[in-house]
């Protein structure tokens, strides 16, 4: 990925950083305002990611596809199948108690994660799907291409900022802390809770589906083994929890706090050119440390670098 | 057809004591213990070490048990118990972390690599109906049914085991007759763990051993436990039955790599027709 030298690196990290920053978003709404709990993130993101690989890319005889249609086609597709997927899982689970939306959403993932590994004329199984367009990517060199792009990354980001931070201080969003802080309440008050729930759970899914079709545009290939599902979904709640759940700066700042952690610990272990077995444990050891740093700060500072900012009247 | 019922049955045994040990935290502690999966994983794999000792297999199996007791009783006092107060969620997301943190470490000591107890190739026996079955997988049915009926004795019989059924029945009443609930906790870490262990070596012998193995098996679990109703190990039984013959019937008609989505697609007909489950009291709606 070292192309441009280091302000390339630069870039393709804050392009990652980004996506990361936008699926932190999406669990947000989800998570820190309203406490839905989703641990099928990594799901909404492959649906997200396949669905518009496949609306965009020409025809090929591995994946199902050849409809060639414009990125910004793809990303909303990406979007609307993803929301789709999380109300079919909203309908059996936003009625009950929140732990079995947990496990709804674990199983969702694992479901999707095994139809695209295993449905060949839809995904081209574990060989993935590559040659995904990105926009203007014939026309630019690498260089501009990836600034071009971290722009969009930037302004969907900044856009479901805007949206979500919006949302927060509207009459909807302070229907979802109630439902948070005491859903009998939220109930009392003459709020149709379920509603509201899934209203949420779509709203956070449908951004997750857009985070998964930038990454599948930006990188230009996807296979099942990109979102190895409990990883990627456990890092995007540690980026919200260390960033401060409820809070919208503290996701973002989260999202590129843990990213640059976790990549450059990748490139650290890369560059020590361990053996196939030591590299695997020296993984292993990265996933361990940033498990430790989640039970530390649940236990030592709950509310993150930025905890929510609590007002008492709107 | 006759093959998939028995394959069914084999599979059922090891899901039943996972998720009976999963049923009886998740009733006590009223969390969904998502590192259940992994404490399996620890168990199966202390066993592989102990195996190597050339210890008898009786004795590995007792100590690999105990061994992923205290592992549980561990990681119940460093990180679940000053978390209680903070809600079942943060228990959760903290379990999840557990998780990780003991899928890795069993990554780190013994390695990413496949490991088997024994290199040794079975012969089956043939059975009436053209049935066949391995010794191991005799075994295999054979100590999950003596592990359940010795629960079942504890649970009935002992004044330990009547003060767990109460406590998953009502935690407030259990406390005001005078039911110590820090030792209740105890106990169900250290039974729920030694029963986890008992299912990862069952497990391992039955397929092999894979720092994933745990993980990987942990929705068919949790949709036992869903099935029989949280906090109720006669329903986890009937539920680990029940989601071990439909994964492996389910072959007949489609693809074997769709076995977990078979019980994540139960589960959900569970939630939609009666989320308290077949053996589920009264509803435990939000």
Redesign the interface.
């Known amino acids: 990925m070292v192309i441009g030298g280091l302000e390339g690196y630069l870039i393709v990290f804050l392009v990652m950083s980004g996506i990361f920053a936008i699926l932190t978003l999406g669990l947000n709404l989800q998570w820190g305002i309203t406490?839905l709990?989703n641990?099928g993130i990594a799901g909404f993101f492959a649906v997200g990611a396949y669905t518009s690989a496949i609306i965009t890319t020409v025809q090929s005889p591995d994946h199902l596809g050849g409809y060639g249609m414009p990125f910004i086609t793809g990303i909303l597709g990406a979007g609307a199948l993803s929301g789709m997927i999380a109300w079919l899982v909203g309908?059996?689970?936003l009625?009950?108690?929140?732990?079995?939306l947990?496990?709804?959403t674990?199983?969702?993932a694992?479901?999707i994660r095994?139809i695209f590994?295993?449905e060949s004329w839809l995904s081209n199984g574990t060989r993935g799907i590559t040659g995904i367009p990105g926009p203007l990517r014939e026309v630019l060199p690498h260089y501009y291409y990836n600034l071009f792009y971290l722009l969009i990354t930037a302004a969907f980001a900044g856009l479901a900022f805007l949206f979500i931070e919006r949302a927060l201080h509207s009459p909807w969003g302070r229907v979802l802390r109630t439902i948070r802080e005491d859903?009998m309440m939220a109930a009392a008050t003459g709020k149709d809770v379920f509603h509201f729930k899934m209203q949420c759970l779509v709203t956070g899914a449908v951004i997750m589906g857009v985070a998964g079709g930038l990454y599948a545009h930006f990188i230009g290939f996807i296979s099942p083994e990109v979102f190895k599902p409990?990883?990627f979904t456990?890092l995007i709640?540690v980026m919200l929890?260390v960033g401060g759940a409820g809070n919208n700066k503290g996701a973002v700042l989260g999202a590129v706090a843990v990213w640059g952690l976790w990549t450059g610990t990748e490139f650290l272990i890369d560059a020590l050119e361990l053996s196939t077995?030591y590299q695997?444990?020296a993984g292993?050891?990265r996933?361990?440390t940033i498990?430790?740093a989640?039970?530390l700060i649940?236990?030592l500072r709950?509310e993150g670098l930025l905890g929510e900012t609590k007002k008492t009247f709107d | 057809m006759e093959q998939l019922i028995v394959n069914g049955i084999i599979t059922g045994s090891i899901i039943v004591l996972g998720a009976t040990g999963l049923t009886l935290t998740y009733g006590i502690l009223r969390f969904a213990n998502f590192a259940h999966g992994d404490l399996m994983t620890l168990g199966a794999y202390a066993a592989l070490t102990l195996a190597g000792m050339n210890l008898p297999f009786g004795v590995v199996f007792v100590i690999a048990m105990a061994f992923t007791a205290a592992a549980g009783i561990l990681l119940d006092t460093v990180l679940y118990r000053p978390l209680r107060k903070r809600g079942s969620i943060v228990l959760l997301i903290s379990s999840i972390g557990a998780a990780l943190l003991l899928r890795n470490l069993v990554l780190i000591i013994w390695g990413p690599r496949m490991r088997y107890y024994s290199q040794d190739i079975q012969i089956a026996y043939m059975m009436p109906f053209g049935i066949r079955i391995k010794p191991d997988e005799l075994l295999i049915i054979g100590i999950a049914a003596a592990l359940i009926v010795l629960v079942h004795i504890f649970l009935k019989k002992t004044r330990m085991g009547k003060a767990m059924r109460a406590t998953a029945d009502n935690a407030e009443l259990a406390q005001i007759a005078g039911i110590d609930t820090d030792r209740v906790v105890m106990w169900t870490w250290g039974i729920g763990c030694a029963l986890a262990a008992a299912a990862g070596i069952l497990l391992g012998m039955e397929v092999q051993l894979r720092p994933q193995m745990g993980w990987d098996i942990l929705l068919p679990l949790f949709a036992a436990v869903i099935l029989g109703g949280i906090g109720r190990p006669y329903g986890a039984m009937a539920g680990g039955i029940i989601i071990g013959l439909s994964q492996e019937i389910s072959t007949a008609f489609i693809s074997t790599a769709y076995k977990p989505a078979v019980s994540f697609a139960v589960l959900i007909l569970v939630l939609l027709i009666r989320p308290s489950g077949i053996f589920g009291g009264e509803g435990r709606w939000s």
């Open positions: 406490g709990f641990i309908i059996p689970t009625r009950l108690k929140g732990d079995y947990a496990i709804a674990i199983g969702i694992e479901t095994l590994t295993n859903e409990m990883q456990f709640w929890i077995d695997t444990k292993a050891l996933i361990i498990s430790i989640l039970e649940l236990l709950p």
